[in-house]
């Protein structure tokens, strides 16, 4: 499993959006202060808004801001948005038949090893919000303690 660019991009967009409190931002500020080409980051906001992340306000006072607090929007709520469920491997996955023949899935070793370390890494992934890691008065050691 690898987090995508565009996860690692939704992630620095929530931070920032987070970092603005209540103020709205326009698609071309936020594409220059995350360091995201403007395209791009039109395309993630869309995904944000459609997810419940984001809100989008129109007209002359209009722009994106975020749709809840910053506490309740965790890692996982934004990299699943976007990339989909969590799955270290195609062989978790409920849909997926196992290629070895004659295999069940419920009997394999891998199988449980592998829901194990996903359980474990989106369980992680869930204990941090946004607003953890937004701030630039974060802190580090005790975000990473959560982690343990």
């Known amino acids: 499993m690898r987090i995508t660019q565009e996860a690692d991009y939704a992630l620095r967009i929530a931070c920032m959006l987070a970092q603005s409190g209540e103020e709205r931002e326009s698609a071309a500020e936020i594409a220059e202060r995350t360091s995201v080409s403007a395209r791009f980051t039109l395309k993630i906001l869309h995904k944000l808004v459609t997810g419940g ?19 309740q ?54 204990r941090i919000s946004v607003a953890d890691v937004a701030g630039e008065s974060a802190d580090m050691v005790d975000v990473l303690r959560r982690l343990d």
């Open 53 to 71: 992340i984001v809100r989008s306000y129109k007209g002359a006072n209009g722009g994106y801001a975020l749709a809840c607090a910053a506490e």
């Open 73 to 126: 929007i965790t890692l996982r709520d934004i990299i699943e948005l976007i990339d989909g469920p969590l799955a270290i491997s195609k062989c978790i996955d409920d849909s997926h038949k196992c290629s070895r023949e004659g295999v069940d899935k419920s009997e394999c070793i891998l199988y449980h090893i592998f829901c194990r370390i996903n359980d474990g890494v989106a369980t992680k992934l869930a």
